[in-house]
């Protein structure tokens, strides 16, 4: 098998064992300006498959990412974080790792090649649903079990990887490739290329969820308000966009079990919770058309 450009050897860290703590780590720091770029360079990629992503949960479809070590434990943080952010339920964005739940935590020996795992997990699949496979080499077989399965189920496929010569890249329906190069040590995809896949997977989620109406501007208008710190913002998201005062805010809020959405459009058209809600769900749950038409 040809050697993946995510094992090669970084010519500009040969030294770093030598080098003072503060130099190593601004040699660091330097390999990790080059990710930005790189991200950057494939924003129409990525753009494309977020309105795959978007069009799939409009339908009724889920996101499901599915990973091995780094890439694996990237997914499930950006799944996990989607149902406080954007109060979806957590069945719409979920993540796979091989291995496993074990595998979160510790190193699962021969996960990343357990093809027929790999097929099996993906059997929750369906066809309204969207499949992101993501790998910096792009080779465990794990992916390409997922793959497959994906294929039988006529499910939507998108690569995340960072060499655009592995397998998934071949494989899935839609790629997004980031090749930022070999890592500061060789090897360690964790480096550049887990912030390249952190970063992409940030845009996949969060764009989807603006797509479908999540956001109002750049306000997290459908956020839990579960302590005392989203309760804050809560408040101050409310009090914001319907021009109010922070305890009218908190007023309209308690009233109906502070759900954002629904406090703004009781501010806003003078109305009592559930007529409010109602109002939402004729509009699609999506805030700036209700508040378009009440203007």
């Known amino acids: 098998m040809t050697e993946a450009i995510t094992e090669y050897r970084n010519e500009n860290t040969k030294d770093i064992d030598l080098l003072s703590t503060i130099d190593m780590v601004r040699k660091m720091n330097e390999e990790d300006k080059i990710v930005a770029n790189v991200v950057g360079d494939v924003a129409s990629d990525i753009a494309t498959a977020v309105d795959i992503i978007a069009r799939a949960f409009l339908k009724g479809g889920r996101l499901f990412y599915f990973g091995a070590g780094t890439s694996g434990r990237l997914g499930?943080?950006?799944?996990?974080?989607?149902?406080?952010?954007?109060?979806?339920?957590?069945?719409?964005?979920?993540?796979?790792?091989?291995?496993?739940?074990?595998?979160?935590?510790?190193?699962?020996?021969?996960?990343?090649?357990?093809?027929?795992?790999?097929?099996?997990?993906?059997?929750?699949?369906?066809?309204?649903?969207?499949?992101?496979?993501?790998?910096?080499?792009?080779?465990?077989?794990?992916?390409?079990?997922?793959?497959?399965?994906?294929?039988?189920?006529?499910?939507?496929?998108?690569?995340?990887?960072?060499?655009?010569?592995?397998?998934?890249?071949?494989?899935?329906?839609?790629?997004?490739?980031?090749?930022?190069?070999?890592?500061?040590?060789?090897?360690?995809?964790?480096?550049?290329?887990g912030t390249a896949q952190k970063m992409i997977l940030n845009m996949l989620s969060t764009g989807s969820m603006i797509k479908i109406g999540k956001t109002y501007e750049n306000f997290m208008i459908d956020l839990k308000a579960v302590n005392e710190k989203l309760k804050d913002r809560a408040i101050r998201i409310v009090s914001q966009i319907s021009g109010v005062s922070n305890?009218?805010?908190?007023?309209?809020?308690?009233?109906?079990?502070?759900?954002?959405?629904?406090?703004?459009?009781?501010?806003?058209?003078?109305?009592?919770?559930?007529?409010?809600?109602?109002?939402?769900?004729?509009?699609?749950?999506?805030?700036?058309?209700?508040?378009?038409?009440?203007?």
């Open 76 to 193: 499930i943080l950006d799944a996990s974080e989607c149902p406080p952010t954007f109060s979806v339920d957590p069945s719409m964005v979920q993540g796979r790792i091989a291995g496993g739940k074990e595998a979160l935590l510790f190193a699962v020996e021969g996960a990343e090649d357990n093809f027929e795992a790999g097929k099996n997990d993906a059997s929750i699949l369906t066809e309204k649903d969207v499949c992101v496979v993501i790998s910096a080499s792009g080779n465990p077989k794990y992916l390409l079990g997922v793959l497959d399965k994906a294929d039988e189920v006529a499910c939507a496929t998108i690569a995340v990887t960072c060499n655009s010569q592995g397998r998934i890249a071949q494989e899935a329906g839609h790629v997004i490739c980031a090749e930022v190069g070999p890592e500061v040590i060789a090897g360690s995809s964790r480096l550049k290329a």
């Open 247 to 295: 305890s009218e805010a908190l007023a309209a809020l308690l009233k109906c079990n502070w759900e954002i959405k629904t406090a703004i459009v009781m501010l806003t058209t003078k109305s009592d919770a559930d007529n409010a809600r109602l109002e939402l769900k004729r509009h699609g749950g999506v805030l700036r058309r209700l508040i378009k038409e009440a203007v």
